[in-house]
């Protein structure tokens, strides 16, 4: 049973335009959240984070929004760059003595110039 | 500084055959993962040390694979008598500590391939 769902397999946006990607999770126990970038042939790369305590954090272009009731968060991309095209993971952690993250199947960006 | 360096980059072995795939993680972290990457799925956790001890092996898929860390750097992954749904590509992280939301930082994978 996925307890981090994906749900997009792929995204196409154009360059300038607003990217969008969504994670659904299934456990109220979750109280961390990443997202990470990967390219092919190389490991994902953190992205940006935002704890359980927060519904926004925002780096540069790159916005995540947490809705705790509705399990619920996503990454907003604005604008969105050519370079940004990646497969983006959302990842969760339980915290405490468990440090593992767990991982959605991710979503394939392609920008379009 | 230096991040996480994995090797080898590739693997192909035959069926049946044992590996090993090394991993440094960023000097200073203590906590350090293995996952594994499937084919389009997502990364599944196999194994996580706090210095050099694994408070948590559940991910690990059998008895063949193993692993261990020396010194509070260095860790290996073990696989023993390689089978082809071991294929994956084998990724390493690490970060300052476990037990407290914290980045975990990865390295570049190993490729594992068996025919």
């Known amino acids: 049973d996925q307890q981090v769902k994906q749900n997009s397999p792929s995204l196409s946006v154009q360059e300038g335009r607003i990217s969008i990607l969504n994670c659904d999770y299934t456990?109220?126990?979750?109280?961390?959240f990443l997202w990470y970038k990967k390219y092919p042939a190389e490991g994902p790369t953190f992205l940006i984070s935002i704890s359980s305590i927060k519904d926004k954090n925002e780096d540069g272009r790159f916005t995540v929004f947490l809705n705790k009731s509705a399990k619920h968060l996503s990454l907003h991309i604005v604008p969105s760059q050519p370079g940004d095209s990646a497969v983006y993971f959302c990842a969760a952690s339980l915290g405490g003595s468990q440090g593992n993250l767990i991982f959605g199947k991710g979503t394939k960006l392609s920008v379009k110039p | 500084g230096a991040g996480v360096s994995q090797s080898p980059s590739n693997k192909v072995t035959e069926k049946g055959k044992d590996v090993e795939l090394r991993c440094d993680p960023i000097?200073?972290?203590?906590?350090l993962y293995w996952y594994r990457q499937s084919l389009g799925q997502g990364l599944e956790f196999l194994i996580y040390f706090q210095g050099n001890s694994a408070p948590d092996k559940s991910g690990l898929p059998s008895d063949r694979f193993s692993a261990e860390r020396t010194g509070g750097s260095v860790s290996t992954l073990t696989i023993q008598r390689t089978q082809q749904e071991d294929s994956a590509v084998y990724l390493c992280?690490?970060?300052?500590?476990?037990?407290?939301?914290?980045?975990?930082?990865f390295g570049p994978g190993t490729r594992l391939t068996v025919l």
């Open positions: 000097s200073g972290h203590t906590a």
């Open positions: 992280a690490s970060s300052l500590q476990s037990g407290r939301p914290d980045t975990q930082y």
């Open positions: 456990n109220s126990m979750f109280d961390y």
